[in-house]
């Protein structure tokens, strides 16, 4: 395995409404517990930022997403390190698909082990036609402990994540769009572009209502229909108590952008 630089890290930048997380870490943007602190800590700060939307996630360089896990971590078989690294990616993880906003993974690469968990975990993936996508933990005595075992499953249906974590099968972009892994496909150097582009739709949604939307499609991940039906009605009415709301339909019958504030 080589060597990964001395200060991994995520990377954030803003542009407009919209903030843009950069994997750092090559030359295979492998995770580390830093790292993972650092992704969960930034996303925490973006809940509060009133004035972000959106979010894009992407690795740096031009061959991978992000690998994965550095499995030198684990090559001591100790528990003690095992029970508080699934803890850390569990809580980054977590955080980034509790994020209010849209978050869309620009899959430039190699998405592998954790690489992949955390597009999972995204809202809407994007991959590069080159891009290849595996949860191949199985191979080396470990297990996806990340979400992947859930949201892969949850994403493209039981047969396909058997065949993707218990038989080991890696996919290329085009198969992954096939049984709805990702929901795009672009050419090699312009999912960054096409992510950018998704989320910054997202400035013309109501932020409020765009985060009531989202809790409810995801409610339904563990919840049946019937108790979500009403929350949903709740919800509705909840956003007659915002500004976003009498600013959106005046903005539309006056035939103008709207102007949101976000509450």
């Known amino acids: 395995m080589s060597e990964s630089k001395s200060n991994p890290s995520i990377e954030l930048t803003t542009e407009g409404h919209v903030a843009i997380l950069t994997m750092s870490n090559p030359p295979a ?13 930034k996303v925490n700060e973006l809940n509060n930022n009133k004035n972000i939307y959106a979010l894009v996630l992407t690795g740096e360089g031009e061959k991978f997403f992000s690998a994965g896990a550095d499995l030198n971590v684990f090559a001591g078989g100790d528990k003690g390190v095992a029970a508080d690294m699934s803890r850390v990616f569990g809580e980054a993880f977590e955080a980034l698909t509790n994020f209010r906003g849209v978050s869309v993974a620009a899959i430039n690469g190699y998405a592998m082990g954790g690489g992949l968990e955390v597009a999972l975990a995204c809202d809407i993936r994007i991959a590069e036609e080159q891009a290849q996508m595996a949860l191949p933990e199985a191979k080396v005595g470990l297990l996806p402990c990340a979400g992947g075992t859930q949201n892969l499953a949850w994403l493209v249906g039981e047969g396909w994540a058997k065949r993707m974590i218990l038989c080991g099968e890696r996919l290329k972009a085009d198969k992954a769009l096939q049984i709805g892994l990702v929901e795009e496909v672009v050419p090699q150097g312009e999912s960054f572009a096409a992510a950018l582009k998704l989320a910054n739709q997202v400035a013309d949604q109501s932020p409020t209502s765009v985060a009531a939307c989202k809790t409810l499609i995801q409610k339904g991940r563990h919840q049946p229909m ?5 929350l949903e009605r709740e919800l509705f009415v909840g956003l007659f108590d915002t500004e976003d709301q009498q600013e959106g339909v005046n903005a539309f019958l006056e035939k103008r952008r709207a102007n949101w504030v976000n509450g």
Do not use: E
């Open 29 to 41: 943007n492998t995770w580390t517990k830093d790292t993972l602190v650092d992704l969960k800590n």
């Open 226 to 230: 019937a108790s979500v039906l009403p």
